[in-house]
């Protein structure tokens, strides 16, 4: 089965946009890992990005709007075995879904969360985002934005996730490089991706990414405070992985104490209910 | 007499649930059925709870407002009860919590005597023990179910209970003749179980395959969360306290995505915040059960106390049309079955199931038989998929084979918006129509699924009275005696058959009996069949409908 198989053939991105590097790259690393497409799951909410798995040849769950993550926690508690990467934009996964970003990497189910973050909300036509930068000028911002940006990376170390990386879709390569070892990391794996919105934002673009990030060098990813400085930066932005935490037992491992079986084969005990039920005789 | 009921008032924290607890047991395992119910304040101490607790020689089901003998266990514990305090309630207690009383009182100095026997908290088993000598409950069955309430806390507490409660079933039998309560006992009900309406719905989803369940706590439907959580290890169930009840039901969306049987537990307020997601399980027809304790609203409402008002929401819940099953179990048996049923039904046809219960049903606990595992069967109705699997083929019943993503050779692919046979997202009109039409299908093919309504009483009935839900026991206890009366109970009000209109036609007169203040399912009977119950008793101060009242006000009626 191959990853282009099986998909939906009229994509409904712009022509430019940098939600087709992250198809690319996603594509890539699933093919480099030998993954077997019917054991990936893309989870996605609502939005342009959140259309990819119409466009990738694996198991597909599109469901709601800043839910990904609920749901992607869940199918992986479910069926331990599947790999289960949950991908939205920035809109979806940091603003409607903003509680549950910040639980699900609490409970650190082994998934790989991928945000398309390209500071803006693209298919409701414009808005901003909760990344989107301070005085970014919109038809409903029309003062500029007045909010802080969101800070998903700091967040997440806060949070100690167990892995958070970001790239820019500028750099396919390195992009893939970084998915991939999302993937192989087990645990919650955040990977922002800065991708231009070529229709929407005429601030954050190819141009203004490249000029305003940096590939992280010499950095210890273990060391939860450095890290923690590298995500506050705000002069020049930071790519690669930022920060990585190997010790952690996953949700799943936790809540199914080491059960991998998939719930689709679980049989009712029914000796047990008898006895349970008779247990309320007195 | 043959029906006795005790009253258990005092403060949060202040022990009735022990007593009701130990009591209720020993009872019941002296050979006698028993009923208890309570009503609670949201808050988790002081204020004024109460339990009542029903003695009978036949089976007891339903909350009276007699008061047969009241337990103040405080201060001004009987002061909210005065109503219900008649010239002859037996009050028993200490003096100063009963000396402002009206009706015929017996001062035991229950503290005085836990005291001499080694401290005051002791005080609740020789209330107990009172009780149980003054009802003629073994005094084995008290030692038994005294030793098995303090095992955990050392031998010594243990002895002293059981010396506190000896003592106080002395001084009770010391006045049995008092109450002249005369009931043949019937040693079989020893074998009986004691559940009330959450642990049914627990065993209910247990029994119906649920392996996983996520929600949020909310009063009254924690304590299905709980009881879940209590026997998650031993029955392998996965649960998960959500961050919020939004979280909770995409949850059980995903797990039953991925081949689990997930249930969310939840109420009113939490249910509102799910109706996203709702939407979303008919849209990917994904199976989904929703148990949804009600409790009076709007908003935040009276959190701890009962009402049949969410009949409306559970009906319109969720953005746009699709098929979904509403359960309204009467009782126990019903929640337990139901809940089974519910897990089956919402697999067979991928759609969201409700077992609609209030905090009246999953408070409320009695003495029953047990249920018939023999008949359940787990129905699993996924498939192993094939290569050129299709998630969506159009069916003439509009079911379509569900697969589970890693099993089989296919892809299986969902989507919220709308689809084609492949899952893909589409705006083609004629696909659109082509996929609202086979779902709606589904709510066709449900309707030969149907729990049918049953009709109590006479069956030359003149009058019918027309309920749902935990109305059934009150309803049927109130018009057991009365000729040419009959209810008809829905315990699934979703969907109903138009055909129901036959039992309307012979009655002269049809009255609507419901927990709520406008008469939903009065309403939902009119869009369905055509047919409009005027008559309607309805009920919604917080409290449940009493035997006494209902008889009152289907006197009224008649």
């Known amino acids: 089965m191959r990853l282009d198989e099986y998909i939906s053939k009229d994509i409904a991105w712009c022509p430019g946009c940098g939600n087709f590097g992250i198809r690319t790259a996603l594509m890539k690393a699933l093919e480099e890992l030998n993954v077997d497409p019917r054991q990936v799951v893309i989870v996605s909410g609502i939005g342009q990005a959140a259309k990819m798995p119409q466009y990738v040849g694996v198991n597909m769950f599109n469901g709601l709007h800043g839910r990904a993550l609920p749901a992607a926690t869940a199918i992986k508690v479910a069926n331990p075995n599947l790999l289960v990467i949950a991908e939205s934009g920035d809109g979806c996964m940091y603003g409607e879904g903003g509680n549950h970003f910040i639980h699900t990497i609490r409970r650190n189910p082994d998934i790989v969360n991928i945000v398309h973050d390209n500071q803006v909300y693209g298919l409701t036509k414009g808005q901003a985002s909760p990344t989107s930068l301070k005085g970014f000028k919109t038809p409903v911002q029309v003062d500029g934005v007045i909010l802080e940006p969101f800070n998903p990376l700091a967040v997440a170390i806060a949070l100690d996730a167990s892995f958070v990386a970001r790239t820019f879709i500028g750099d396919i390569e390195f992009t893939k490089d970084i998915l991939k070892e999302a993937i192989r990391h087990k645990g919650y794996a955040l990977v922002d991706i800065f991708q231009p919105c070529v229709t929407f934002n005429k601030l954050n673009t190819y141009e203004w990414y490249k000029e305003n990030t940096y590939y992280l060098k010499d950095h210890d990813p273990t060391d939860r405070e450095l890290a923690f400085k590298r995500a506050i930066e705000d002069e020049k932005l930071p790519l690669g992985i930022f920060y990585v935490n190997k010790n952690k037992e996953t949700f799943e491992e936790l809540a199914r104490k080491g059960d991998k079986t998939p719930l689709y084969e679980y049989e009712v005990n029914f000796e047990r209910l008898k006895e349970l039920i008779e247990s309320k005789k007195s | ?558």
């Open chain 2, 1 to 558: 007499m043959k029906d006795v009921s005790i009253v258990l008032s005092g403060e949060a924290g202040q022990g009735i649930q022990t007593v009701e607890n130990v009591l209720t047991r020993v009872l019941k395992d002296s050979g006698f059925h028993v009923f208890a119910t309570k009503e609670y304040m949201s808050r988790v101490r002081g204020g004024n709870n109460t339990t009542e607790i029903r003695v009978s020689s036949k089976r007891v089901r339903a909350f009276v407002d007699r008061i047969d003998i009241l337990i103040p266990l405080g201060k001004g514990a009987t002061e909210r009860l005065k109503n219900r305090i008649a010239e002859k309630t037996l009050i028993i207690g200490e003096e100063e919590f009963i000396k402002e009383s009206p009706g015929e009182k017996i001062v035991v100095p229950f503290l005085n005597i836990a005291k001499q026997i080694g401290k005051s908290i002791y005080a609740n088993s020789v209330a107990i023990g009172f009780l149980s000598g003054l009802l003629g409950a073994d005094e084995s069955v008290l030692k038994d179910q005294i030793t098995r309430q303090f095992s955990g806390k050392g031998e010594d507490i243990v002895n002293d209970n059981i010396r506190a409660a000896l003592e106080g079933y002395r001084r009770g039998q010391e006045f049995s003749q008092k109450i002249e309560f005369d009931v043949e006992k019937d040693s079989s009900i020893k074998n009986e179980v004691l559940l009330n309406g959450a642990e049914a719905v627990g065993l209910g989803a247990i029994a119906g395959g649920c392996n996983f369940v996520s929600s949020y706590p909310m009063s009254p439907s924690t304590s299905v969360l709980v009881f879940l959580s209590q026997h998650k290890n031993n029955f392998g169930i996965v649960v998960e306290q959500a961050e919020d009840e939004i979280a909770a039901m995409n949850m059980i969306i995903g797990a039953w995505y991925a081949g689990a049987r997930g249930l969310v537990t939840t109420s009113g307020g939490g249910f509102a915040l799910m109706e996203e997601a709702l939407s979303l399980a008919g849209m990917i027809e994904s199976p989904a059960v929703i148990h949804l304790a009600q409790r009076p609203g709007p908003a935040t409402g009276l959190p701890t106390r009962t009402e049949q008002g969410d009949l409306n929401l559970a009906l319109y819940a969720g953005h746009g049309d699709f098929p979904r099953v509403i359960y309204a179990p009467g009782n126990v048996e019903e929640a337990f079955y139901l809940t089974q049923k519910a897990f089956n039904v919402a697999d067979k046809y991928q759609v969201p199931v409700f077992v609609l219960t209030d905090q009246y049903l999953v408070d409320s606990y009695y003495n029953l038989p047990g249920f018939d595992l023999d008949e359940l069967k787990v129905e699993k109705h996924f498939i192993k998929t094939t290569r050129d699997y299709i998630r969506y083929v159009i069916t003439e019943d509009g079911i379509s084979p569900r697969g589970i993503p890693g099993y089989g050779e296919g892809l299986v692919k969902v989507d919220s918006d709308e689809h084609d046979e492949f899952g893909h997202i589409t705006e083609d009109f004629d696909t659109r129509v082509r996929m609202v039409n086979k779902r709606l299908r589904k709510g066709e093919a449900l309707k030969k699924e149907l729990v049918e309504p049953k009709l109590i009483g006479d069956e030359n009935y003149r009058v019918l009275l027309v309920a749902w839900g935990s109305t059934l026991e009150p309803i049927k206890e109130a018009i057991e005696d009365l000729n040419g009366v009959a209810l008809l109970h829905f315990s699934q009000v979703w969907p109903i058959d138009e055909s129901v209109s036959r039992y309307f036609e012979k009655a002269e007169k049809v009255v609507a009996v419901e927990g709520n203040a406008t008469g939903q399912f009065a309403n939902l009977i009119r869009q369905v069949t055509g047919f409009h119950i005027k008559d309607r008793i309805l009920k919604y101060s917080g409290l449940q409908f009493s035997v006494e009242e209902l008889k009152e006000k289907i006197a009224e009626v008649l």
